[in-house]
């Protein structure tokens, strides 16, 4: 390029000057100096990529010890909801309730503390003779034509009937 009318001086070098005022257009026009000019020495830029190796790794152990800390956040407050879902089904332990989770395929610990909960407290009666006391009516089964009658004239008699 031939530069012989000096308006176009002038322009270029208010433009030059325009992009030096500007952070972003001074960074990216003495990178291109430097690309073009390998050997030559801008501070500005040295010391920007000085403090960029300095900085990466730190800020890589920055990065480390946040997931850390989200990890243990999440990890506490899942320990949290354990503890209330066992004091509200009445749980001594949890391991096997996510046993139970396991072999039943429950994927939440409200859901399978509940469904554990149901399972073992499943009170069976012994004997047919704990199911005649557990209703109180052993007539009923000894006789149930004649409970039946007896009941009927009860509600006839209360009734008025």
Do not use: C
Not at 23 to 31: F, G, I, N, Y
Not at 52 to 81: F, H, V, W, Y
Not at 150 to 157: D, E, P
Request: without cysteine.
């Amino acid at each position: 390029m031939d530069y012989t009318d000096s308006s176009d001086e002038v322009k270029l070098g208010k433009l030059v000057m325009e992009m030096m005022g500007d952070p972003v257009a001074k960074k990216t026009l003495l990178k291109e100096y430097k690309r073009l000019h390998p050997d030559a020495q801008l501070p500005e830029l040295e010391q920007e990529e000085l403090l960029n190796k300095s900085i990466t790794p730190l800020q890589a152990k920055i990065d480390e010890l946040e997931g850390k800390l989200s990890a243990d956040k999440i990890s506490r407050e899942e320990e949290q909801k354990a503890i209330a879902v066992m004091r509200k089904y009445e749980i001594e332990d949890l391991a096997p309730v996510r046993q139970f989770m396991a072999d039943n395929g429950i994927s939440t610990l409200e859901s399978g503390a509940r469904f554990y909960r149901m399972a073992t407290n499943l009170e069976v009666p012994e004997t047919v003779n704990s199911i005649h006391e557990a209703l109180g009516n052993e007539e009923l089964f000894k006789n149930p034509r004649e409970w039946g009658r007896k009941v009927a004239s009860q509600i006839l008699n209360e009734t008025g009937a």
